[in-house]
């Protein structure tokens, strides 16, 4: 692994993060924290009901100027926002920004109420009147599915957005001699960043455009859709994003409120903002997952996996976000339901459904949360089924690292890795042995013990010509980085990925470092800003370190040779014969610090060479992977539970991940992305559920009845950590956000059916609740 | 509305406010110390933590009439504080923050573990940690800060 350079605080180093000290001292600057004079409140008045159609809605009296419907911004010319995607048969549709005639699901915004508090806004909301006619709703995915289900949107024949069928080899599916078949269910729930969504607006008369703040990963692309519906030109919107408290692809779509809010303070002339409340989060904004499968897998008698065969079926909700659509979830599922694992025959048919309830969003992971739970689930069946150890039928199937780079079966690419070293380090850590003879002598308070394992691999940094074949309404290039040296001689960097608690400020710095020699005290990180940041399509799919990473180190050989053109003049030495090592130009007859070439470019130019570059010491410049692929990261998670088959709770014994991201930019904050992406999984696994009445009302509206996963629930996860760079990317780093996420719900679920295995029960739905497994149990006893 | 007299990080300071005004709403936007962070607005999540004579309380559920004639210190109070100081360190250090909002309320949180339980052990507080809620971290960071600082203030 690197070593962090000559001043440590490059590639490999762990260093402490910049970015700490503001939050330590409570001094972050998030949207909710920024003031304006005369700023006024907004409390939205949401349905009440999922489904009804002739909406109408009354003004209270004496409060007509204060409140603003689709009606009136209908009037003023607003456009609706409307995703559209390439896959042939995709039925598209408006996502409101407030809700005309029909309502489509609980929470859904229909009018903006104005105070000059929240209380006094909130006061208005309930004085708004709704009429509509109620009908029926359709909630659950399957019947939702179904001809003759009530239609969410009424010009379609049917609520399937998107029927996909992803073949390979498909005869060959035939050949198996062992089949075992699932059904599978991911259910909704809720993103939960401890700062809900925010947004503040105000026309600003001098620089004479709108500036939003809005508690975002995507500025830009935020600045774009701004454009498009209110018909602003792009000199006349700055979006700015500043401290984000958490995102995890929540905060990578465009929310309705971040269009109506700043037309709304257009309208009054004023800074208005909306903070969404937690309820308002939960029920009509954040949800996300919700994955049914029915899986068949198929194997020879020595356990080769021979085929897979699949039905998936994801709920998307009632309407389309942007951009990233309401088939991203179907489409992928269909596409990578394969994994870590060979197969040479492939049939797996997607559906995305609308149903009355809110619209999913990316949720770390993006379907491969739903994706691994369903494929390791039905791989521990087929063990099961073959009397075989679990691990071992995976090492069986895993595709070896002498085949890197491995196309697999509907035409994805591989990039690096050992992906059954992986496994075998986590069946080691774990000691699968030592859990066997425990099981054999039983627990003494009646427990009951299961080892489970999770194998993932995630596709990192988003490729341009993938997200082009999906036709998204964002679509990545060449990212991009602008660096510059300072008077000083310190490097200002500004990039439009956003970081919202990633530590990119300090990981970001830390490639400017390694690639110059920089102390990372002179290398600032710029972000969150239109207005200072090269465009960019944003953070999500785990690419900001590979992309801005890879962006920042292309950019700053590109600095480093006008540095040394104007060092090497300063050294009268030739070019060629003048190299960067530590912040200073080093020639054969001494050396000249970048302190010195900055300030002569700056303050002394009559010093500079005839022939200098006159672009100075300012530069932009690009990277994407080439070829056009990206890059693979993966792991297995371990798990050991004990479960109580009165209570049926689960406790969580022992934890372990053997992961490679490739290179490891900062092996601290590399930790804490996985640990806290694995509890996010845990909550997957075992609490968090956005659950619906059959009338589509949301039953967890608080965090009370949402359950979120809390420092007494997971205390013990130890890390593992192959490298394997990969040959894509600025060294060989792979993406890293999300992928902790991933595999928790399928490692605990098998953990959970190894415990209950003499009982010849499994559990197949996600949150593993201790009524749901008691009912598991129960369906036992018989 | 109502007239209240507290002191708010040591200074003394008089308002009307209307009785429905919650403690956390009073110190973000009518004292502006916007530390203090709401995640929740519920009591559950803990963020928006502070010390109401030196006892930590949720300022979300707290009318600000409650604090009348109260001593109330939020994280922009803690300047001279050797605990504080112990912790924000600690934190630092074992990267017990990633996003940041959750913070404040687990500094607060954090320092009245540390100084009223001096014997703690993981799993205690790990217990005494369960009213806050970090969405980032996986709390591993948080809980290795507060023990690191258990045992300097132990030595």
């Known amino acids: ?782 | 509305m109502t007239e209240l007299t507290l002191k708010i990080n040591g200074e003394e300071v008089t308002a009307n406010v209307e009785p429905r005004l919650s403690l956390a709403d009073y110190i973000r936007d009518h004292r502006r110390l916007t530390g203090t962070h709401l995640g929740c607005e519920h009591g559950v999540c803990g963020a928006c933590t502070v010390l109401m004579n030196g006892e930590p309380v949720r300022s979300c559920i707290t009318f600000a009439v409650v604090a009348d004639g109260t001593e109330v210190t939020t994280i922009e109070g803690f300047d001279d504080d050797d605990p504080m100081a112990q912790l924000r360190q600690a934190f630092h250090e074992n990267h017990a923050l990633q996003c940041g909002y959750c913070t404040p309320g687990m500094l607060v949180a954090a320092r009245d573990i540390v100084t009223r339980l001096p014997d703690a052990d993981e799993d205690r507080v790990r217990l005494e940690l369960a009213g806050n809620l970090c969405r980032c971290t996986g709390y591993v960071g948080i809980v290795n800060a507060i023990l690191a600082v258990l045992e300097q203030r132990r030595a």
Not at chain 1, 655 to 674: A, F, H, L, R
Not at chain 1, 707 to 720: E, F, K, Q, V, Y
Request: aromatic share 6%.
């Open chain 1, 1 to 782: 692994m690197a070593d962090g350079g000559i001043t440590g605080h490059g590639i490999g180093a762990r260093v402490l993060r910049k970015e700490d000290r503001r939050f330590l001292e409570g001094a972050g600057r998030y949207v909710a924290d920024v003031a304006r004079p005369r700023i006024l409140d907004a409390a939205i008045v949401r349905s009440p009901v999922a489904h009804a159609r002739n909406l109408t809605v009354t003004k209270p009296v004496r409060h007509e100027q204060s409140v603003f419907t689709a009606d009136d911004m209908a009037a003023d010319g607003v456009k609706s926002i409307h995703v559209v995607s390439k896959f042939p048969g995709h039925k598209a549709s408006d996502y409101p920004h407030l809700a005309t005639g029909k309502l489509r699901f609980v929470g859904e915004a229909v009018a903006v109420c104005l105070a000059d508090t929240r209380a006094g806004a909130e006061d208005i909301a309930v004085q708004t009147g709704l009429d509509f006619d109620a009908l029926p709703p359709a909630i659950d995915m399957l019947s939702a599915a179904e001809t003759g289900a009530p239609k969410v949107h009424d010009d379609w024949e049917d609520n399937v957005i998107l029927d996909s069928l992803f073949e390979g080899n498909p005869e060959g599916l035939g050949d198996a001699a062992v089949s075992v078949t699932r059904t599978f269910r991911m259910n909704r729930q809720a993103v939960n960043p401890l700062e809900g969504a925010a947004v503040l607006a105000e026309w600003d008369a001098r620089d004479d455009r709108l500036v939003v703040h809005s508690s975002s990963q995507i500025p830009h692309i935020l600045k774009n859709a701004l454009c498009e519906c209110l018909g602003l030109r792009q000199n006349q919107v700055h979006v700015i994003a500043p401290d984000v408290g958490g995102g995890f692809g929540y905060k990578c779509v465009l929310l309705p409120e971040e269009i109506f809010i700043p037309w709304v303070a257009m309208q009054v002339k004023r800074p208005v903002r909306w903070i969404q409340d937690r309820r308002e989060h939960l029920i009509a904004a954040a949800n996300a997952r919700e994955h049914h499968y029915a899986v068949t897998l198929h194997a020879d008698t020595d356990g080769r996996f021979i085929g897979l065969e699949a039905d998936i079926i994801v709920d998307s909700g009632a309407y389309s976000v942007y951009p990233h659509s309401n088939i991203l979830e179907s489409t992928m599922a269909g596409r990578t339901l394969h994994g870590p694992y060979m197969f040479s025959s492939y049939k797996v048919h997607s559906r995305a459904v609308a149903t009355n309830k809110p619209p999913i969003v990316p949720y770390r992971g993006v379907a491969r949360p739903g994706i691994c739970f369903a494929l390791e689930l039905a791989v521990d069946a087929m063990a099961r089924e073959l009397g075989r150890e679990p691990h071992d039928l995976r090492i069986q199937n895993l595709v070896p690292k002498e085949k890197m780079p491995y196309t697999t079966i509907t035409g994805g690419e591989f990039d690096s890795g050992d992906y059954p070293e992986a496994l075998r380090r986590s069946v080691d850590l774990i000691d699968v042995a030592a859990i066997r003879a425990r099981q054999q002598q039983g627990e003494a308070d009646g427990r009951l013990i299961g080892v489970g394992f999770g194998c993932y691999i995630e596709m990192t940094a988003l490729q341009t010509s993938a997200a082009a074949r999906a036709g998204l309404a964002a679509i990545p290039g060449y990212e991009q980085a602008h660096v510059r040296l300072t008077p000083d001689g310190g490097l200002e960097i500004g990039v439009g990925v956003q970081n919202h608690g990633q530590g990119m400020e300090t990981t970001l710095a830390q490639v400017a470092c390694e690639r110059l020699g920089m102390d990372i005290e002179m290398v600032s990180i710029r972000h969150g800003d239109t207005a200072t940041s090269p465009y960019s399509t944003g953070t999500y799919a785990s690419r900001s370190m590979v992309m801005a990473g890879g962006a920042i180190a292309r950019t700053c050989d590109v600095l480093g040779e006008r540095i040394k053109s104007i060092g090497a003049h300063l050294l009268q030495s030739a070019l060629e014969d003048v190299r960067i090592e530590n912040a200073r130009v080093v020639g054969p007859s001494g050396d000249v610090s970048f302190v010195e070439i900055a300030r002569v470019w700056h303050r002394n130019p009559e010093d500079l060479p005839a022939d200098v570059d006159p672009a100075g010491v300012e530069v932009t410049s690009g990277f994407r992977p080439s070829p056009d692929n990206s890059p693979f990261s993966y792991a297995t998670h371990a798990a050991v539970v004990a479960v109580d088959p009165e209570l049926g709770q689960v406790e969580i014994l022992d934890y372990v991940i053997s992961e490679d991201c490739g290179t490891i930019v900062n092996p601290m904050i590399v930790d804490g992305q996985i640990l806290g992406g694995a509890l996010q999984g845990v909550g997957t696994a075992l609490f968090e559920e956005s659950y619906y009445d059959d009338e589509g009302q949301p039953l967890a509206s608080t965090f009370t009845d949402y359950s979120m996963p809390g420092p007494t629930h997971l205390a013990n996860i130890r890390l593992d950590h192959l490298v394997t760079p990969s040959p894509l990317t600025e060294y060989g780093v792979k993406g890293l956000g999300e992928g902790g996420a991933i595999p928790p719900p399928a490692t605990i679920a098998n953990a959970i059916n190894d415990a209950l295995r003499e009982f010849g029960v499994e559990v197949n739905e996600t949150p593993m609740s201790p009524r749901r497994v008691r009912a598991k149990i129960a369906e036992a006893a018989g």
